[in-house]
């Protein structure tokens, strides 16, 4: 089945301590990218990456970092997370700019 | 810069009633426009989307027109269904590598 796989579904942390929230997908898409759902705010792109080894930052990009070593996977990084950080978090793909994306089913993070 | 701007929720519908979901962007250039729909616990869906002025993208019974001259892209539906409770997305990319979400309406239909 074509999907987008997230883990994990729902992450508690504590200030301070780096997490990775995993990403894949298994449709051979080139592009991915992460979002941040908030109340108020609807979805806020995070970074985005057009291929292997190409990241660049999209609207909200501070304390987060990621990385695209294979196309399939394209984890997020906190470093060190904050309550700010707290929030919705979607990965998307599509398999060429501009194409409709397809989401995972979220990660909900809470950062105490 | 490019930003999307929908109309503030929540809706609440008996079945059967018309939908409308405003939806008005800014944006340089041509960009494309989205509709996407999440459902409770879930990722966000395509619902149907419209890539140049006057098209009408149309899904499940949804429709939206691009709209130029007035910069808007507005949802609708003619006959809502318990089953389309869920909270709708106008999004907009220009490029197509940056997306540009609006805040969401969320869509409850009572029997």
């Known amino acids: 089945e074509a999907q987008v796989t997230q883990n994990p579904r729902y992450l508690i942390t504590v200030t301070g301590k780096k997490l990775t929230v995993t990403c894949s997908q298994n449709?051979?898409?080139?592009?991915m990218s992460w979002y941040r759902q908030d109340p108020g705010l609807g979805l806020r792109q995070i970074y985005y990456?057009?291929?292997?080894?190409?990241?660049d930052k999209g609207d909200v990009p501070e304390g987060y970092k990621v990385s695209r070593k294979e196309k399939r996977n394209f984890p997020l990084i906190l470093e060190s997370p904050s309550p700010n950080q707290t929030s919705l978090y979607f990965c998307a793909s599509s398999p060429y700019l501009g194409e409709k994306l397809f989401f995972g089913s979220g990660t909900q993070l809470s950062v105490l | 810069g490019n930003s999307v701007t929908q109309m503030e929720g929540p809706v609440t519908l008996s079945e059967e009633a018309f939908l409308t979901i405003n939806c008005t962007y800014t944006a340089t250039g041509y960009p494309s426009l989205f509709w996407y729909v999440q459902y409770p616990g879930e990722g966000l869906q395509l619902l149907l989307k419209a890539t140049k002025a006057d098209d009408k993208g149309s899904n499940k019974g949804f429709e939206a027109t691009y709209r130029k001259e007035t910069t808007s892209f507005h949802l609708e539906k003619g006959s809502v269904q318990v089953s389309d409770s869920a909270v709708y997305f106008c999004a907009l990319t220009n490029t197509g590598n940056q997306f540009y979400f609006g805040t969401g309406t969320s869509l409850t239909v009572i029997p």
């Open positions: 990456s057009m291929n292997v080894e190409v990241t």
């Open positions: 449709m051979n898409h080139e592009y």
